[in-house]
């Protein structure tokens, strides 16, 4: 149960990361699937052609067959509704990242304030002893 809501919302980032290396330039499995793990996701075929599928149904990806050494490979290019959406994905990102990362790093440095503070308030008596 745990592992399915991860695993949803893990399929959500992997889909943005799609389409943003699609919008850089035409992107493959193979490639994709290096790329996601240098994000640190594994995703075998199985998961990936699917989710790549359900992108072009969507008409966020279109697909461009391209000879490469002899053999057709199936390229996707991010289209203008990809692009679209893409744009209102980065939107929500940032919202998303300011709250949930900024609040945390908020926290931490107020964490570090009421330490320094603590430390300053110490200070002055062990300084007034010592003067
Ligand atoms: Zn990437």
Redesign the pocket.
């Known amino acids: 149960m745990t592992q399915d809501m991860l695993r949803n919302f893990f399929l959500g980032f992997i889909k943005i ?1 799609i389409l ?2 699609a919008g850089e330039a035409p992107v493959y499995g193979v490639a994709l699937i290096a ?1 996601l793990r ?2 640190g996701y594994e995703l075998s075929p199985g998961t990936l052609y699917p989710v790549l599928h359900q992108l072009e149904e969507a008409g966020y990806l279109t697909r461009l067959d391209r000879v490469v050494n002899g053999k057709v490979r199936k390229y996707y290019a991010l289209t203008k509704r990809g692009a679209a959406a893409l744009g209102e994905v980065r939107e929500k990102t940032a919202e998303l990242v300011g709250e949930v990362l900024e609040e945390n790093l908020a926290r931490r440095r107020s964490k570090v304030r009421k330490a320094s503070a603590r430390a300053t308030r110490i200070r002055p008596a062990t300084h007034g002893r010592d003067e």
Do not use: F, G, T
Request: charged share 35%; hydrophobic share 0%.
């Open positions: 990361h943003h290396h790329e240098r994000h």
